[in-house]
């Protein structure tokens, strides 16, 4: 067998071991102890997850916490399975319309301090998070714009009423960005007491930090699922270089890297461990997109942005930038294969998604010819980042070349970049990303939308309709009517009026050390971090 | 003596100053704040209310000039402030990390002097010969040679010969331990970060020894010594060498200096925890408190190396006195 034969072997059985991510997997035995040592590729601004944005912060600080409910940690791909973390049962369905949601907290659930959490605790949970007084931050405050009021009639029940009935809700409370905090603390210490101190009902208590080194946590003993968690403890070591992280697992100086490395970094380990280690793939809840500045003359025209799409092969551009980038999948607006997605065949028909590509660019070019832009000039701003920011932002130009476009590229580090995206809006066309937790799509499109805090293509106020189509879409109560509507915006975002350009769906790739059993990838470096469930087979 | 020390001390204070402007003018320059990176770096939605909200809590709407006395009075009250990015007091961050770098420059000098010294003297003494060539060679490679780049491969070496000699691919742990806590995984850590650091720094103080070597060596007083029959070793050890050393003593003073703090690329490629790690993280999260401090105390170590040096030339060539 060739050594080449030998590698794609490893790699089958390496991807194939990771099956547990998308099918049935062999029921195991979990053992019980071990520390699971972690690597996190940044360090945490502070402990309060009510306040941070990064998963640098989620992958240490999430085991100490528990949320109202969660991602079922056992099919975290699925978009629709959430269960109760420290609720009763199964996550209960809507009343009145869909506007109110009951959930039976469990009882005797502990705080780390030793404190019993009650409804209470969840109801200055929310309260701070969807209602915060004058002065506190909490950005998620925005999610919870469907929420009316959230109140504990008795210490074992919560009753969220809601402005409107919608599908968002739910993943919205799964958010792993929401743990549970207690009324006492929030009362007694102030809304920033957790910026420096943890006290949860997770299933790890807080053991100790070095800034910039690493964060410790042990078993909580009184944890409120009987028989987790399974480990002893966790370390999670802080390692910016990629470099390091890669050899800190083959060196087994951590069993796993939760965030993802791109497909050379997964061969590398595979050629050098073979057995052992495992690989674990799956979409992920991140798209890159190009946004075209619609205050520049030059991109005021939709015929024009019309071009830029239709000469995007994004076909192609899956096959051979999956292979350097962590990039894959073709999509719309929505997360590929969430029921709300759009299908391939009903993605063909939109301008740059067809399969005909020379069509495409004549199309392209003919646009831009009746525009008058033939010759058109412009320059693409981009983040200075590898993966996958500069790599998909240079095959972006190679796309637009060839369509005779002339287009130079300036990269910018993260912090300039975000200043002249968001302030300055100095860019005719600029690289973006839309990166979430929980699957969304309701309320994740909203970044396609003019008046979004976070779309940057300049055109607020300038799409009513698509506006309108937002709206009625996040408010439908049916499945089947947020799916038409979700294609009607589609087609006017990304064809009719050509807004914005998605390139393709980011692909997370996690290889880990073997011996890591009950951890499943998600489609997102925020879910599934607590940890409960994985064991070590040492 | 001790009214030059005073001298000097004193003269520290409009350099202080001066770098304290700089820093603090300079960064403010660059576009963005922290706020913006904390929470929008991940591509969140996040409200402009929330971002004000950021903003206040970290005192970034004063005006600039007052907060740039908030900056210098900190220094009179022995007050650093806190980081802007984790919210922990500037001394104890600064304060987690000064064990690692100290010991890691103290480590890459010694490596550095027991390379460069017997090198460079070697290379003079056998001047166009074969050693010669190999010790030039030497020096060159290693101030080509990036560290990190060696770095890199000292770490992947480690991992390929482990695993084909001992079936485990082993590298250097990745979290620190002070040596007085556990001295094997200290060493075992900071050895090779030493070397790969060392040995570009033992390359340019071993060009230097030679050179200066070579220098003296055709002074007069080299000759006499030699006329009046005195063996060889003394000739170079004694007379010679201590007089070659003051330009080398200035390269190990000033590569020290940079040690502390400088170790950006180094620290970074075997995953430490130093104060060039912590100088990256305060320029790219711009984390104003913690950038200007760091760069506060790499122009204080430099400032009191430079003292030390001067205050060595005194014992190392009597002829220098100060007054």
């Known amino acids: 067998m060739s050594k080449y034969a030998r590698f794609a072997l490893a790699l089958a059985v390496g991807t194939g071991l990771a099956m547990g991510a998308t099918g049935p997997a062999k029921a195991e035995t979990p053992k019980k102890g071990g520390t699971l040592s972690y690597i996190v590729a940044a360090e945490a601004p502070s402990y309060d997850l009510h306040k ?84 506190v931050a909490s950005v998620r405050k925005a999610f919870f714009k469907m929420l009316d009021s959230v109140t504990a009639p008795d210490d074992e029940t919560v009753v969220f009423k809601l402005k409107f009935a919608t599908g968002s809700f739910l993943p919205v409370l799964a958010n792993p960005m929401s743990p549970i905090y207690s009324a006492k603390d929030l009362k007694e210490h102030g809304y920033d007491w957790h910026e420096k101190n943890v006290n949860g009902t997770g299933a790890f208590k807080f053991k100790e930090a070095v800034a910039g080194s690493h964060v410790d946590g042990v078993k909580f003993e009184d944890f409120h699922m009987q028989g987790k968690p399974y480990l002893d403890g966790f370390r999670a070591l802080i390692s910016r ?192 990303f839309n990166c979430q937790s929980v699957v969304n799509p309701l309320v994740d499109t909203s970044k396609f939308v003019g008046s979004a805090g976070n779309n940057y293509a300049n055109f607020k106020g300038q799409d009513q309709q698509l506006e309108e189509i937002y709206e009625q879409m996040l408010q ?5 009517k947020q799916r038409e509507l979700m294609r009607v915006m589609e087609k006017r975002a990304l064809s009719d009026q050509a807004h914005m350009g998605v390139t393709l769906w980011w692909y997370k790739i996690n290889p880990h050390r073997s011996y890591v059993k009950g951890w499943k990838i998600a489609p997102s470096h925020y879910l599934n971090q607590s940890l409960d469930q994985v064991w070590l087979d040492k | 003596m001790g009214k030059y020390i005073l001298k000097r001390l004193i003269a520290m204070i409009p350099t202080l100053l001066g770098a304290a402007v700089l820093v603090f003018f300079l960064l403010r320059l660059a576009p963005g704040d922290i706020c913006e990176v904390r929470l929008l770096g991940t591509g969140a939605t996040v409200a402009q209310e929330q971002i004000d909200i950021c903003r206040e809590s970290l005192g970034l709407d004063k005006p600039q000039i007052a907060q740039f006395f908030d900056f210098v009075w900190g220094y009179f009250i022995f007050d650093l402030g806190t980081s802007m990015w984790t ?15 100290l010991q890691l420059a103290v480590m890459a000098t010694i490596v550095a002097t027991i390379i460069a010294i017997p090198l460079g003297i070697i290379s003079a003494v056998k001047q166009n010969t074969l050693i010669d ?51 094997a995984h200290n060493l075992s850590q900071l050895m090779w970060p030493a070397v790969a650091t060392g040995y570009r720094y033992s390359a340019v103080a071993a060009r230097m020894t030679r050179s200066a070597m070579l ?20 000739v170079i050890n004694r007379h010679a060498l201590k007089n070659a050393l003051l330009p080398v003593v200035t390269i190990l003073a000033l590569e020290f200096a940079f040690l502390m703090g400088g170790l950006v690329v180094t620290e970074q490629v075997f995953n430490l925890n130093g104060l060039g790690n912590l100088m990256v993280d305060g320029v790219e999260h711009h984390d104003f408190t913690m950038t200007q401090n760091l760069v506060m105390l790499v122009v204080i170590v430099f400032v009191i190396t430079n003292l030390i040096t001067d205050l060595a030339y005194a014992w190392l060539d009597p002829r220098i006195r100060y007054s």
């Open chain 1, 241 to 432: 270089k990629m470099a390091i992280r890669v050899q800190a697992i083959r060196g087994d100086r951590a069993a796993i890297e939760f965030r993802g490395f791109p497909p050379k970094q997964r061969d590398d380990l595979v050629k050098a461990l073979g057995k052992d280690i495992t690989v674990q793939e799956s979409d992920w809840n991140c798209v890159l997109l190009y946004t075209p500045n619609h205050g520049r003359p030059i991109m005021q025209d939709p015929r024009v942005r019309q071009a830029l799409t239709l000469a995007v092969d994004r076909w192609g551009g899956s096959q051979h930038l999956s292979r350097i980038a962590i990039v894959k999948t073709v999509g719309g607006i929505g997360f590929p294969g969430h029921p709300l997605s759009a299908t391939k065949a009903e993605l063909v028909p939109l301008k740059g998604y067809g399969t005909d590509l020379k069509a495409a660019r004549a199309e392209a070019k003919k646009l831009l010819a009746e525009a008058g832009k033939s010759d058109l000039k412009f320059e693409l701003m981009n983040r200075g980042t590898d993966q996958p920011y500069k790599i998909v932002g240079t095959w972006l130009i190679g796309q637009w070349r060839q369509i005779g476009l002339e287009v130079t590229q300036r990269v910018e580090p993260t912090k300039t970049f975000y200043n002249e995206l968001r302030n300055t809006k100095n860019f005719d066309v600029s690289l973006d």
């Open chain 1, 476 to 480: 439908a109560p049916e499945e089947a």
């Open chain 2, 87 to 101: 919210g922990q007091p500037v001394t104890h961050e600064i304060a987690i990390r000064f064990e690692l770098s």
């Open chain 1, 52 to 135: 941070e944005s990064t998963f640098a912060a989620v992958h240490p600080i999430r085991p100490f916490y528990s949320l109202l409910i969660r991602v079922n940690p056992e099919n975290p791909q699925s978009p629709t399975d959430f269960q109760c973390d420290i609720c009763v049962g199964e996550v209960p369905k809507p009343t009145d319309g869909g506007k109110t949601y009951t959930f039976k907290i469990k009882k005797g659930v502990k705080f780390h301090d030793g404190q019993v959490m009650t409804a209470h605790d969840v109801v200055a949970t929310y309260n701070k998070i969807a209602f915060p007084p004058e002065g």
């Open chain 2, 215 to 234: 220098e003296v060596l055709r002074e007069d007083y080299v000759r006499t010594a030699r006329a009046k029959g005195m063996v060889e070793k003394i």
């Open chain 2, 133 to 183: 060539y190999f010790v030039r060679g030497f020096a060159i490679a290693g101030i080509a040679i990036p560290s990190f780049w060696l770095g890199l491969m000292i770490i992947l070496g480690l991992l390929v010969f482990s695993q084909a000699w001992f079936g485990e691919p082993w590298m250097p742990p990745i979290m620190f331990k002070s040596i007085w806590e556990d001295p």
